[in-house]
């Protein structure tokens, strides 16, 4: 079945740069997009970028400039790093899969939560 | 970006009523709209896409419908386990971008 899973650090401090690795199994990366989505406490997601099935990236234009995604098809890896972290980056992160017949994300890692505090 | 304005913020009902949700989106999105649910601790689930479309799965007192740029979830037959919070995010234009949320009390 699908799955997906973030792993990373659960502490980072100001000014640092953040890495996190979403492991998917169930699908190829070839086949599917898959998208990181991030969350304060108590608020509503945001989208912060997406690895297309065809190795292209998109990303939040708001996030852009500090994002990078990435991928290794041969360890059906998606990589997320994202520089500069603020207190206001503290929130869950989670990878997801498009669906088969939707953009929109049918399905979610369980999510990691990372803290920005020194 | 498109907003999404999400009402209301919160609500509660009895278990066997009917609540409705609903989602104003600052622009037209073609019906390229989805709905979740998200209970606490929990990643969010996908209950409807398309604006109507019911995911594999989801049980049929879910459903969406629209008017406009307006889009609703209707909730018939309230269970216990539908206490959560629900999220609205339209995939019509980047960024893909969600409303804030109702959260929804049984009582």
């Known amino acids: 079945q699908v799955q997906l899973k973030e792993s990373g650090p659960g502490l980072v401090q100001p000014s640092e740069t953040l890495s996190l690795t979403c492991t998917v199994s169930?699908?190829?990366?070839?086949?599917?997009?898959v998208s990181w989505v991030r969350q304060p406490s108590g608020k509503g997601p945001e989208w912060m970028g997406r690895m297309w099935y065809d190795g292209d990236t998109a990303y939040n234009s708001a996030l852009k400039s500090r994002l990078s995604i990435s991928r290794d098809t041969s360890k059906n890896q998606v990589f997320l790093k994202m520089n500069s972290l603020q207190t206001d980056d503290t929130g869950t992160y989670y990878c997801?899969?498009?669906?088969?017949?939707?953009?929109?994300?049918?399905?979610w890692g369980q999510g990691t939560l990372v803290t920005v505090s020194s | 970006d498109i907003q999404m304005t999400q009402s209301p913020a919160s609500l509660s009902a009895s278990l066997g009523e009917t609540v409705t949700i609903e989602c104003l989106a600052s622009e037209d999105i073609y019906s390229n709209l989805a709905w979740y649910q998200q209970k606490p601790g929990k990643s969010p689930q996908l209950l409807i896409y398309?604006?109507?479309s019911l995911q594999d799965g989801v049980p049929s007192r879910f459903s969406g419908s629209e008017s406009g740029t307006q889009y609703s979830l209707e909730i018939n037959s309230l269970q216990s386990e539908d206490a959560a919070t629900y999220f609205c995010q339209q995939h019509h234009d980047y960024p893909p971008t969600f409303g804030g949320g109702t959260k929804l009390e049984l009582k």
């Open positions: 398309d604006a109507s």
């Open positions: 997801t899969r498009d669906g088969p017949l939707t953009t929109s994300f049918a399905y």
């Open positions: 169930g699908f190829s990366l070839t086949s599917y997009s």
